[in-house]
Structure formats: structure tokens, C-alpha cells
């Protein structure tokens, strides 16, 4: 992939979340405060807990910090795909902010 092919995904990811965050907090009560610097969003919870999501442009991967740990993700060609497991980066968000806020939420890319 190329660097502008990479940053055009990473920021669409990172829009999706922003757009997810608005969706959620309309639709339930979790509250979640979300902050974006450059190629960082901050998600912070009411229990003071938070997510950050960066990207990591000379890697080409985005990374997820989360109370459980520290994930890398690379796009496929088709998704965001954790660098050891596999798994998929929105799958693995909704159930990390879903821990972490204590109700069922739903990140979509």
C-alpha cells in the first residue's frame, strides 16, 4: 500500500469512529467524550477510563489502547486486521469501549 492509499483508510477509520461516537451518544447514555488530534482520537468514558486510537503512518498500521492492552492494526484490502490474531479493528473497538462503558456499543467503519 502506499502511503497516500494509507492515509486516505486510516482517515476514513478515524471518521468512522468520530461518526460512531455521535451515533452512540444519541442513540444510549454512554456519554462518550471523544477528542481528536491529528492522527489521534482520544475516547474518554464517565467513569474516566479511556481508548486511544493512533495511527502509525510510518508502519502503516493503526494502534488501539485499551485497559485489556495494546493492538496494531493493518488494512488487508479490505479491513483493519490485529497484526497477531487476526481479528477486526471495529469488532475489537465496540468490545473494548463496550467493556470499559458497561453497555452494549457498536463501532462501524
Known sequence: MTDPEY????????????????????ATEADIDNQRVGGMITLTFPNRSQLIINLQKPLHEIWLAARSGGYHYRHDGTAWVDTKTGEEFFGNLSREATLQAGQPLLFTA
Not at 492515509?7 to 444519541?26: G, K, V, Y
Open 7 to 26: 492515509m486516505d483508510r486510516a482517515e476514513a477509520a478515524l471518521a468512522a469512529i468520530e461518526q460512531s461516537c455521535d451515533r452512540i451518544n444519541d
